[in-house]
């Protein structure tokens, strides 16, 4: 996941995420007080989700409910 920033040092890490296969989320640039980092991130990487921050929530909520967890 990558939320504001004023760099681009998380969309490789991302990139390596997505290419195994995980999740990707990033804040809408248009909601970040910094875009630099969601807008390096979203023209490398193909996002599952680019949402605002509340929403964000709503989709970490939802993929939580859907998990089982054994420990």
Do not use: C, F, W
């Amino acid at each position: 996941m990558i939320l504001t920033g004023s760099n681009n040092d998380g969309t490789n890490g991302l990139k390596r995420i997505k290419e195994y296969g995980g999740l990707t989320i990033v804040q809408d640039p248009a909601t970040a007080e910094s875009s630099y980092m969601p807008a390096s991130a979203i023209a490398v990487v193909q996002m599952d989700y680019i949402l605002t921050l509340e929403n964000i929530i709503k989709v970490l909520i939802k993929i939580d409910a859907q998990k089982e967890y054994s420990l």
